[in-house]
């Protein structure tokens, strides 16, 4: 079983900055994508963007220029800087990793709990 765990949510006032980090744990595992997803209440969750264990990205149009995803594969972490943070970012941010675990592997899809972004005034 993989654990994900996210952190570094909170409350900015628009234009400010935000850095979420998301390490993913256990036993036997090797990780292939991960990912930041967010949930605004009423709305589906979207992605935000995702990394691939080489480094590839694919960022949501509404992110591009604003947030960078990094990723540590020493660490099994990955963040995200979030800049010039506009109200319409707010939402409870997920970290999503994908990959395999286990002998034989098998794949996982695992999430984190969550971790809430509020840009208010």
């Known amino acids: 079983q993989v654990q994900v765990v996210e952190s570094g949510g909170g409350l900015v006032q628009p234009g400010g900055s935000l850095r979420l980090s998301c390490t993913a744990s256990?036993?036997?595992?090797?990780?292939?994508?991960m990912g930041w997803y967010r949930q605004a209440p009423g709305k589906q969750r979207e992605l935000v963007v995702d990394i691939s264990s080489s480094g590839t990205t694919n960022y949501a149009d509404s992110v591009k220029g604003r947030f960078t995803i990094s990723r540590d594969n020493t660490k099994n972490t990955v963040y995200l800087q979030m800049n010039s943070l506009k109200p319409e970012d707010t939402a409870v941010y997920y970290c999503n990793a994908q990959g395999h675990t286990g002998l034989p592997p098998l794949p996982f899809n695992s999430w984190g709990q969550g971790t809430q972004v509020t840009v208010s005034s």
């Open positions: 256990g036993r036997f595992f090797r990780i292939g994508a």
